[in-house]
């Protein structure tokens, strides 16, 4: 009974903030690689974010670095997304994925369970 479910998307203007959550739920959270990826329209998913297990190593698309930072709180069974000056090219649906195998946490097909993401979107 995975479950993943992304929240705090919407409208932020170009240099703005967006904080993204998701909340898992069906897993021991602390032992799954966990992540974010995005969908372009007109491109392809594309792996943001994401820890390992321990949180011992984390990873983040050439795109976002400096930009973006993701966290996980153990204890809400929650990861985040915190994005900072947001730029046009960072509007996509933004989805939380998670895996068991702790070495799956930069790339997409390591991924074994997917929220259905949410909305962002960064225009005038």
């Known amino acids: 009974q995975v479950q993943l479910v992304e929240s705090g998307g919407g409208l932020a203007q170009p240099g703005g903030s967006l904080r993204l959550s998701c909340a898992a739920s069906g897993f021991t959270f602390s032992t799954y690689a966990i992540g974010w990826a995005r969908h372009v329209s007109g491109k392809g998913l594309e792996w943001v974010s994401g820890?390992?297990?321990?949180?011992?190593?984390?990873y983040y698309a050439d795109s976002v670095k400096g930009r973006f930072t993701i966290s996980r709180d153990n204890d809400k069974n929650t990861l985040y997304l915190q994005m900072n000056s947001l730029k046009p090219e960072d509007t996509a649906l933004y989805l939380c994925?998670?895996?068991?195998?702790?070495?799956?946490?930069?790339?997409?097909?390591?991924?074994?369970?997917w929220g259905k993401g949410t909305l962002v979107t960064v225009s005038l």
């Open positions: 820890f390992n297990n321990d949180g011992s190593y984390t």
């Open positions: 994925a998670s895996s068991a195998k702790s070495g799956s946490y930069y790339y997409l097909d390591g991924m074994d369970y």
